[in-house]
């Protein structure tokens, strides 16, 4: 079995063949995990879960959407499935260009409505997805102070600022980001057992499938390997242990084993 703890099966780019690429993908052996990204997105992801014993979901509102206000009650609701593991994408982004001031009150909504969403997660028991770009300095300080588990999807990070994350319990999510952005050290030295992998589909497509291809959980053997390559360590032995650490972090314990 194969967990791709980040995929978006969801999105409008699969509703012409959705079903057939599910079904294949139980038929390999994988898993993924969906993850929202607003109410609809999440409430999409969980009616796919429903439908899918190899799907599970995670909801969350992403801090590039924070023009929707966040509504607890209706994540709650959304949250009595059981096939909800996660809340997420949640974090914070200050990618967007914007005027110093307006910047400022940016990052601050963000921040607000990062903090809701970690009591979100207590609340539910459930770990976090965290999304993190160019916010590193104030995602570490956010989550040092709370006491949530969970992963940092598409890290780009530092060593410096995985080894904060690695010491808060936290996973880093590895994904087809390794193509564009030299992630060398942080993956020879972060411990095998704190590693997850994600495609992000139908974003970030590895290049060795073609830089306008639609990206696809079945290409997370691209990023297996390479985490392989760069550890020296068989291919197997990452796909084993990536598969069982989701397992533990998302409590996804009843599905079988199958050979890859």
């Not at 294949?24 to 969980?46: H, M, P, R, W």
């Not at 009591?119 to 770990?127: M, Q, S």
């Not at 969970?150 to 995985?162: L, M, Q, R, V, Y």
């Not at 564009?180 to 994600?198: A, H, R």
Request: hydrophobic share 35%.
């Amino acid at each position: 079995m194969i967990i791709d703890t980040h995929s978006h099966l969801s999105f409008k780019a699969y509703d012409n063949d959705r079903n057939e690429v599910i079904k294949s993908l139980k038929q390999e052996g994988f898993v993924c995990i969906d993850v929202g990204t607003d109410y609809n997105s999440s409430k999409n992801a969980v009616e796919l879960s429903k439908k899918y014993d190899n799907i599970y979901a995670s909801i969350g509102l992403h801090p590039e959407v924070i023009g929707e206000e966040f509504d607890k009650n209706k994540y709650l609701e959304l949250a009595k499935s059981k096939k909800v593991v996660a809340v997420g994408e949640i974090g914070l982004d200050y990618y967007k260009p914007k005027t110093k001031i307006r910047l400022e009150q940016f990052k601050e909504k963000q921040k607000q409505i990062f903090l809701q969403q970690l009591d979100l997660a207590r609340e539910l028991d459930l770990p976090i997805i965290v999304h993190c770009r160019m916010a590193h300095k104030d995602t570490i300080e956010i989550l040092k102070m709370q006491n949530v588990k969970g992963s940092i999807h598409c890290f780009t990070g530092s060593w410096e600022e995985a080894q904060k994350y690695l010491e808060f319990g936290f996973y880093l999510g590895i994904n087809g980001i390794i193509d564009k952005l030299d992630l060398t050290e942080v993956i020879k030295n972060c411990p095998l057992d704190k590693i997850l992998v994600e495609t992000d589909c139908p974003y970030l497509t590895p290049l060795t499938e073609g830089k306008n291809k639609r990206n696809e959980p079945i290409f997370i053997k691209h990023v297996i390997q390479k985490i392989s390559d760069i550890k020296g360590i068989s291919f197997q032995e990452v796909a084993g242990a990536t598969t069982q650490n989701a397992k533990i972090l998302f409590k996804i314990l009843n599905q079988p084993e199958i050979n890859i």
